[in-house]
Structures are given as structure tokens and as C-alpha cells.
């Protein structure tokens, strides 16, 4: 017809859990046919698939979780699937590796309408065998806003699993399967605002790969399920946070003995990276502003309240 855009697809309905790829043939009146490249895409979970419960950590009061489930991997993978919200926010591992390149995840909502989860292709990271998921949990705008239900970290979810020969397997978030949670990371706590206490003493390398050696089991506690949010639970569809650039300081200036103020020239959203050789015990504070006040320090007063450290 003579309607070239805006036309509505009218082909098969879409099986969720699936990928897809769609190509479009444009034909001119003259018969010339003109054909766009493959684009591929997968999708999410409708309802009726998601099998996952929403789970909550134990008594961790400020504490930022680290969360651990083991699960078997039987024979040769096809595809599998990381359908995962944690909220506040969610940094996920397979057997020692960050899933993905994003951060802060998921996006920001009302969280009395929708709640987003994110999707994660896992399969380079699975093996034949033992294999664990390790869910890092942050404090977020959830339960700092609206509808926080009295808990600031509360996540789901669900893997699937596609084997050569056809099998399909689900693995997800249930009481007393093995879905554990640790309060004594090395993240003491963590706000959006204020900032992150970070405690080396209390790293644990080891605490999502498979035959863990650091471990101590008997302070990893099953997670509890727990009340859902109202909103309703769909697929993050705007683009993630994730890094897009390294920059290195223009200057460094000591305008106080032990006290450092790095310049990157421009004002950024980032964190900084930092290699350091101190005695054990020792506190080292990095402090983030926008100005600098007249003897050359920080000024976090147009922050208000934020700490920003």
C-alpha cells in the first residue's frame, strides 16, 4: 500500500523465553525490493512463566547482602537465560564473573505501577557441572520512595536453561532451596546519596565460584519469601547504565598534608579507581564534589545533605 511507516506487524505471536531474528523486505511500486539487515532480539517472561518468588535476606539491617545459589549444569547448553530484579539495586555473578556490563540496575519507577527486571544472556559463563549464581544487593530508591514495603532489598529470579537435546530446565527463587544470603560482606552499607563503606578485612574472593575454600557455611542463611511490590513486573526497556569512557586525572593537588584533591577536568557522573598499599586498619576516605572552596578543598556544600563519600 501507500502507508510506508507505522505499519502494524500481523504475523505469529511472539513464544516468550525465545529469540528471534526480524527482517523487513520493502517493495516499491516498480517491484524493486529493498531489504533491511537481520536484527535479533529475544523475549521476556509473560506471566504465566514466571515461576520465581520474590525473596528478601534475613536480619541484615544496613548491611549489603551477597547472595549464593548453587545449581548443576548436566549436559551440553544450547541457551540459557538470566531473568533477574533486585531492588534496590542488583549486581549479578556466574562462577566468579560479572553477568553484563551494566550498573544500577534496574532503571528507577514508580514502583506502585512497574517494576523492572533485566535479562541476561549466561550462557558464555556456564560450564558442565557445579556452577553458582552470586546477587550482590544494594540499597536504591526503592524503600528510600514510595511502596518499600519496609524492605530496601528484596530481589527474584529465574534461569532458564536449554540443553542440545531439547530439555528445557528452570531454576529460581524459593524458599529452602538453597538461596542463601551472607550480612557480613565487605560492603557495610550503601546509599545512593550518602555513598558506600567499603571493608577490605572482610572480602571473601571466593564467594560465588563453585567449591568455595572462604566460605563459612554456618553464617549463610536461607532467604525468606516475602511481599512482592504492587507494581507490575515487566522488562526494563530503556537503555542500562553501564561505563562508556576512562578519563585520567588533568591534575592532582595536596592542599593539606594527606589530603589530595584530583581534577578531571569536567564534570562527570563515575567513581574513581584507586591501587593502594596501606597497614591493615587504616581508613581512607574519598570524598566526590562538583567546586572547589578558596584554599583549593572540596565543596559539597550545593550537595545539601548528600555525603557523596
Not at 108 to 128: E, G, H
Request: glycine content about 8%; charged content about 25%; aromatic content about 10%.
Amino acid at each position: 500500500s501507500e502507508q510506508s511507516d507505522n505499519v502494524i506487524y500481523e504475523g505469529l505471536s511472539f513464544q516468550s523465553d525465545c529469540d528471534y531474528i526480524a527482517q523487513v523486505v520493502l517493495e516499491d511500486d516498480k517491484g524493486n525490493q529493498f531489504e533491511s539487515n537481520k536484527e535479533y532480539f529475544s523475549t521476556g517472561l509473560n506471566e504465566e512463566l514466571w515461576y520465581a518468588k520474590w525473596m528478601r535476606p534475613g536480619h541484615l539491617g544496613g548491611q549489603t547482602p551477597l547472595v549464593r545459589k548453587e545449581f548443576l549444569v548436566r549436559k551440553e547448553i544450547a541457551r540459557a537465560r538470566l531473568y533477574i530484579c533486585g531492588l534496590g539495586y542488583q549486581e549479578s555473578y556466574i562462577n566468579g564473573k560479572k553477568i553484563g556490563n551494566d550498573i544500577l540496575s534496574p532503571t528507577w519507577t514508580d514502583y506502585r505501577k512497574r517494576v523492572c527486571y533485566n535479562a541476561y544472556d549466561i550462557q558464555p559463563y556456564l560450564c558442565q557441572g557445579e556452577n553458582v549464581l552470586g546477587i550482590l544487593l544494594g540499597t536504591g530508591w526503592y524503600g528510600m520512595t514510595s511502596d518499600g514495603g519496609g524492605e530496601d532489598k528484596i530481589f527474584l529470579a529465574q534461569i532458564s536453561i536449554e540443553y542440545e537435546d531439547g530439555e528445557k530446565e528452570w531454576i529460581y527463587t524459593q524458599q529452602n532451596d538453597g538461596w542463601k544470603a551472607y550480612a557480613n560482606g565487605p560492603l557495610k552499607s550503601s546509599s545512593l546519596y550518602i555513598g558506600e563503606v567499603y571493608d577490605a578485612r572482610a572480602e571473601i574472593t571466593d564467594w560465588c565460584i563453585p567449591e568455595a575454600q572462604d566460605l563459612k557455611p554456618e553464617e549463610w542463611e536461607e532467604t525468606l519469601i516475602t511481599e512482592p511490590p504492587s507494581g507490575v513486573l515487566v522488562p526494563q526497556n530503556v537503555e542500562v547504565i553501564e561505563v562508556v569512557a576512562e578519563l585520567v586525572p588533568l591534575s592532582i593537588a595536596e592542599p593539606e598534608e594527606n589530603v589530595y584533591v584530583v581534577d578531571f577536568g569536567q564534570n562527570i557522573a563515575g567513581v574513581v579507581e584507586i591501587e593502594i598499599e596501606e597497614i591493615v586498619g587504616r581508613e581512607v576516605c574519598i570524598r566526590y564534589a562538583e567546586i572547589l572552596d578558596k584554599k583549593g578543598m572540596v565543596s559539597t556544600e550545593n550537595l545539601r545533605s548528600a555525603q557523596a563519600q
